[in-house]
Antibody, heavy 120, light 107 residues
Framework: EVQLMESGGKLVQPGRSLRLSCAAS????????MLWVRQAPGKGLEWVSR????????GYADSVKGRFTISRDNAKNSLYLQVNSLRHEDTALYYC?????????????WGHGTMVTVSS | SSELTQDPAVSVALGQTVRITCQGD??????ANWYQQRPGQAPVLVMY???NRPSGIPDRFSGSSSGDTASLTITGAQAVDEADYYC??????????FGTGTKVTVL
């Protein structure tokens, strides 16, 4: 089955760090650019970061630039998001997603998300 | 940074047609893509590019674009179409942005 499964989310204090993971299965992971999208409780979707197939190019939303780092391990079919200096406003459900090969601006496969709660 | 604006909510009678719009300057240069998100579920891509439906998406969904506005139309809305809908696009720097979202209620 083609799927993405996120993990690593939890309750953390402001200023702390966390590493989110996304395990891919059922498709050739190294052929796809991957990304992270988050959704604060009761709010809309926010694009966070993307990484190209060979990790040669990454991009970040202004809201996380300098604090978050995206990476991947194609041998392990895994995507990661290192989140540092966490703020209350980082509280959200974090989804990993896949860019389409037919249209790289569209995201055709999503995981179910992992929840990050930043609170003291 | 780029912004995409959507109406917060629309309603449609069962079997009727509803159009959801997405407005933003970046849409003059890039297509919008559309996602459906039912309560408690992950987003699902329902439209991409000029007017393309992913496999498994019913043909009652269609897309269009003009100037700085993109639209998603549901022709013959069904109860299962009740969800939040988000547009998304990119800007020239490769940053992606989602619209503010539209809650569709099927009456």
């Amino acid at each position: 089955e083609v799927q993405l499964m996120e993990s690593g989310g939890k309750l953390v204090q402001p200023g702390r760090s966390l590493r989110l993971s996304c395990a891919a299965s059922g498709f050739i992971f190294e052929d796809f650019t991957m990304l992270w999208v988050r959704q604060a409780p009761g709010k809309g979707l926010e694009w966070v970061s993307r990484i190209t197939r060979n990790s040669g190019n990454t991009g970040y939303a202004d809201s996380v630039k300098g604090r978050f780092t995206i990476s991947r391990d194609n041998a392990k079919n895994s995507l990661y998001l290192q989140v540092n200096s966490l703020r209350h406003e980082d509280t959200a459900l974090y989804y990993c997603a896949r860019e389409m090969t037919a249209d790289p601006d569209a995201f055709d496969l999503w995981g179910h998300g992992t929840m990050v709660t930043v609170s003291s | 940074s780029s912004e995409l604006t959507q109406d917060p909510a629309v309603s449609v009678a069962l079997g009727q047609t509803v159009r959801i719009t997405c407005q933003g300057d970046t849409l003059r240069n890039y297509y919008a893509n559309w996602y459906q998100q039912r309560p408690g579920q992950a987003p699902v891509l329902v439209m991409y590019g000029e007017n393309n439906r992913p496999s498994g998406i019913p043909d009652r969904f269609s897309g269009s674009s003009s100037g700085d506005t993109a639209s998603l139309t549901i022709t013959g809305a069904q109860a299962v179409d009740e969800a939040d809908y988000y547009c998304s696009s990119r800007d020239s720097s490769g940053i992606y942005v989602f619209g503010t979202g539209t809650k569709v209620t099927v009456l």
